[in-house]
């Protein structure tokens, strides 16, 4: 079993940038797709950005053209670059993983079964 640790939340004015990162153990994630979620109190975990073990990303609307996605399989790290935030933003960041190889895209909570403990971003208007 992986484990994630997400790090880089913080306090941040609206129109501010974070990077947040995601450090994976336990396995190399290079054949698997990884993933940021977030999760908003009284609110469902919602898809943020994906990105796949061929490096193509996805995005969900409300982010795109605002946030990137990257990762570094040498280092077994994600990164989720925000910028533009805004306080719709606020919420608890997750990192996750897809346990299954070369995996098409998929946005959906319950295919990715490794979280991290959760990173809080607060965007103060």
């Known amino acids: 079993q992986v484990q994630l640790a997400e790090s880089g939340g913080g306090l941040v004015q609206a129109g501010g940038s974070l990077m947040l990162s995601c450090a994976a153990s336990?396995?190399?994630?290079?054949?698997?797709?990884m993933a940021w979620f977030r999760q908003a109190p009284g609110k469902e975990r919602d898809f943020v950005a994906g990105?796949?073990?061929?490096?193509?990303?996805y995005y969900a609307d409300s982010v795109k053209g605002r946030f990137t996605i990257s990762k570094d399989n040498a280092k077994n790290m994600v990164y989720l670059q925000m910028n533009s935030l805004k306080p719709e933003d606020t919420a608890v960041y997750y990192c996750?993983?897809?346990?299954?190889?070369?995996?098409?895209?998929?946005?959906?909570?319950?295919?990715?079964?490794?979280w991290g403990q959760g990173t809080q971003v607060t965007v103060s208007s």
């Open positions: 996750a993983l897809d346990p299954r190889a070369f995996r098409p895209y998929d946005s959906g909570a319950s295919t990715y079964d490794s």
């Open positions: 336990g396995r190399t994630f290079s054949v698997f797709n």
């Open positions: 990105i796949r073990w061929n490096d193509n990303s």
